[in-house]
């Protein structure tokens, strides 16, 4: 029930501190989560054959630690259950020699039809798979994202959605609106020392062409981020330091 994979962190996924990138962090917790769908059968080329696909719609990640260029670490993912529209699916990311938690996460998944791009009732896909209870994060569900008003901030990052960006659902993924993010912080010189949350909810896609602009509005240190595409708001975040 709990998915289990080791892995040597690459220096390619870190920053210019040689730790691991807030970005290659929720993109390694995606890949763990393919890995554990693909051996219980709903992963992505099973449901693709039936022209389905799961998507995020909001996740948290509580980052106590991140980890070294070259450190052994060990991602960890179950299923929680589900509402009948979004499946929950939590994330631990240790340090491998001492078990030190590093991070903590948790999602919701709705499964769509990749033809209408709407949610499709979880039903049968998921019947009697075996799922955890165990909580990783304080929530068994996320509680809406609010910001504060964001329409007169200013638009402090433009960005144009290149091919690199997408992943196979024709997409942006949602690890690259995290690296989005940190291109504005660590560019604009904020501070935001470990350890800390990073909290996103998804509303539209965005696709290849399209540009992205950022806006950010500060409440102390707390940073609430807004990304739009031509469509409409495209995420929400907070970041903010853990307690």
Known sequence: MIYSQSITVPSYLCDTDDRLHPWAAVRLCQEVTEYHGNATGI???????????WVITQALYLVHRLPEA?????????ARGNNGLIAFRDYRVKASESGELLLAGTSQWPLINLDTRRAIRLGDVVEGYDNHDELA???SQLPKLRLPAMEDAEVVLRKEVGYAMLDHTQHVNNSEYIRMMWDY??????????PFSIEVAYAHESRLGDELSLRHVAEGEVHYISIDNPRGNSIRARLAMLQ
């Open 43 to 53: 992963g992505f080329r099973t449901l693709l054959a039936q022209r389905k696909a």
């Open 185 to 194: 912080v660590r560019g604009a010189g904020l501070t935001l020392s470990q």
């Open 70 to 78: 070259f450190e052994p670490i060990t991602l960890e993912t179950w």
């Open 137 to 139: 994060t304080p929530y």
